[in-house]
């Protein structure tokens, strides 16, 4: 039996397949602290993202030091990368980027209207959602994959792909926009690697709450591998444009490296079937 995703305007899928993994083990920087992990025997992982196998991927032996500037693996942020309500402590609008987000009827958060006002062109039109939205809305399961060039980023949801290019080059002065993006990439340490974007397309939002931003937008994205089996993003937003000043929309976000052998879901946005559910409400 084929399984089919099929996305709702105001509907959050809940496609949770482990718990958010909240203290590292090795290495450990200053400031950190949190809850003490969860045992890595606990993760558990479900039957629909392994068909055809005879049984589940288990993953149980114990967390082990970090690889030096290797993010390679699936990783999953759990619930913590939903990210529903919105970007965490934006900061203030500047007077283009409140204008722009009064245009904006989202169907979550602080613009949140009825279905059937809802203009978020992602859950009404099936437009790509776009970045840095891939990270700050519906952030699921991601797999790295690194070559002599670059870092490939592979996206569950909407099974979008990113290149990161580590072959020195420099981001363009004046990109036409793209919805992800440009990005390269550089390893700050043995264990972190940052990552540095522009080009963005103001068509976009940053999130399912509406906030905005403009084609001036610069982001940081900082991945900090913290032991084998668990990673942490933080990203920072610089857009004068739209914020009075720069902000972080995550703050060490926690993953978990699930098993390689894992069959993810296709959660595809299809265009055809949200302008469908979009109607419906509209009609009611």
Do not use: C
């Not at 509907?11 to 993994?21: G, Y």
């Not at 992800?180 to 399912?208: C, K, M, Q």
């Not at 905005?212 to 444009?241: A, C, F, G, Q, Y």
């Amino acid at each position: 039996m084929r399984g089919r995703l099929v996305l709702t305007v105001g509907a959050i899928v809940a496609s949770v397949t482990v718990a958010v993994l909240t203290r590292a083990q090795a290495p450990v920087g200053p400031g950190r602290g949190g809850p003490p992990p969860i045992p890595l025997a606990q993760v558990k992982w479900e039957t629909w993202n392994n068909p055809g196998l005879r049984a589940l991927p288990l993953d149980t032996e114990p967390d082990g030091p970090a690889p030096r500037r290797d993010l390679t693996g699936i990783w999953d942020p759990a619930r913590g990368g939903i990210g529903a309500r919105g970007a965490r402590n934006p900061a203030p609008l500047t007077d283009w980027g409140k204008k722009k987000g009064n245009t904006h009827r989202s169907g979550d958060g602080v613009r949140q209207v009825t279905a059937d006002q809802i203009n978020d062109p992602l859950s009404t039109l099936g437009d790509p959602g776009g970045y840095p939205r891939q990270l700050l809305f519906e952030l699921r399961q991601v797999q790295f994959l690194q070559t002599p060039q670059s870092v490939v980023a592979l996206f569950m949801w909407e099974r979008r792909w990113r290149v990161i290019w580590t072959d020195g080059r420099q981001l363009p002065t004046d990109p036409d926009p793209r919805w992800y993006a440009y990005a390269i990439g550089r390893w700050e340490d043995d264990y972190t690697f940052v990552v540095n974007s522009n080009g963005t397309d103001e068509r976009t939002w940053l999130d399912n709450a509406g906030n905005p931003h403009s084609n001036d937008l610069r982001v940081e994205e900082r991945w900090r591998r913290i032991s084998e089996k668990r990673l942490e993003l933080t990203v920072t937003l610089d857009d004068p444009t739209a914020y009075t000043k720069t902000w972080v929309a995550l703050d060490k976000l926690q993953f978990v490296q699930i098993p390689p052998t894992t069959d993810l879901m296709e959660m595809m946005n299809a265009a055809s079937e949200v302008q469908a559910v979009a109607a419906q409400y509209k009609e009611k």
